[in-house]
C-alpha cells in the first residue's frame, strides 16, 4: 500500500521508464511524468498522470516537472530518474562536445532534481530517489564509453549525499541493468549473460518499486 504516494519518472515514454510508470501505477502511486517524446503524452492519458513535455538537460523543464507536481498533489515521496543514451563511439574519437552533453545527460540530471526535491523531502520527513544507471559503471565497457566512466563518477556521488541524506531519511540508490528488452540483443550477447536472455524493463521496474519504498528502508 502506498496511501496515495507521489511519484516522479524521467524518460517516461518508453522502455524501462514507460515500465517504471505502470509498475507503480498498478500499487497505487500517483504519478508525474516527463519525457520529450510524445509518447508520454498516451501513457499519461493510459495511466490517468499528470506529464510535461521535456528533457532532463532542461533546467527550466525540470522545475516546471517538480511544480507540477507540487501544484497537483502537495508532495513527492519518489523520484525516478532515467535518461535517455549518451554517444556512443571510439573512446579517442569522442568529442568534448559529446562527453559534455553526458555528463550533463547523465550526471547533472541528478543533481540538479536533487536541488529541487530535497527541500520538499526534507519538509515531509523523508523520500527515495533511484536513479537508472547502468552495469558499465562497475564494469566500464568500450561499448558505452561515456555512460561507464560518467556513472561511475555518480556511484561517487550517490554516496556521498547518502552520507548527508541519509540521516533525514531520503535515500538515494542506484540500479545498474545490464542488457534489457528494451532494444535488441543479439546472440552473441544473451550467450555471456548468465540467465542467457536480457532482462526486461518489467523486472528493472519492480526493482525500482521496491527501492522506493519502505521495505528497501535500509539499503
Known sequence: MTDNKVALITAAGKGMGAACARELHHSGYRLVLMSPSENVVKLAHELGAKYLQGSVTD???LQCFVELAMSEYGRIDGV???TGHAAKGDLLKLTDQQWAEGFELLFLNVVRMSRLVVPIMSNQGGGSIVNISTFGAIEPTLDFPISSAVRAGLAGYVKMFSQQYGPMD???N???PGYIDSYEVNSSITDYIPLHRPG???EIAKTVKFLLSEESGYI
Do not use: F
Open 59 to 61: 533546467l527550466s523543464a
Open 80 to 82: 525516478v530518474n532515467n
Open 170 to 172: 531520503i535515500r538515494m
Open 174 to 176: 542506484n540500479v545498474l
Open 200 to 202: 526486461k524493463t518489467e
